[in-house]
């Protein structure tokens, strides 16, 4: 199993950037996947999910209306748009999949098995 997060990058306030994740190893289709964020000195963040069944999707309140997250089954790969980015929005981001979703749309990081290696983002001027 392997996902493999790129697209980071040094933005200035107000830019955008796209995160990618490419998925290998196991049936992407029937997993939900999400982006997490782990700011320096903090605790690693829910940022946003989309689940396997009908692409339903949640949000931190922090990143509605800026993110925006889709996927590709094709491809294997989910997406982060990510508009109007702000310092707070420095971390490094992780991609993860779990096997929870349906009509279940999951936020907590312990329903994730799987995770890539992250890829950081720094919003600065």
């Known amino acids: 199993v392997q996902l493999v997060e790129s697209g980071g990058g040094l933005v200035q306030p107000g830019g955008a950037l796209r995160l990618s994740c490419i998925a290998s190893g196991f049936t992407f289709s029937m997993y939900s996947m999400a982006w997490f964020r782990q700011a320096p000195g903090k605790g690693r963040e829910f940022v946003c999910v989309i689940n396997y069944k009908e692409g339903g999707t949640d949000y931190a309140d922090s990143v509605k209306d800026r993110f925006t997250v889709s996927r590709d089954n094709a491809k294997n790969t989910v997406y982060l748009q990510m508009n109007s980015l702000k310092a707070d929005d420095t971390a490094v981001y992780y991609c993860?999949?779990?096997?929870?979703?349906?009509?279940?749309?999951?936020?907590?990081?312990?329903?994730?098995?799987?995770w890539g290696q992250g890829t950081q983002v720094t919003v600065s001027t």
């Open positions: 993860a999949a779990s096997t929870v979703g349906g009509s279940l749309i999951p936020t907590s990081p312990t329903l994730y098995a799987y």
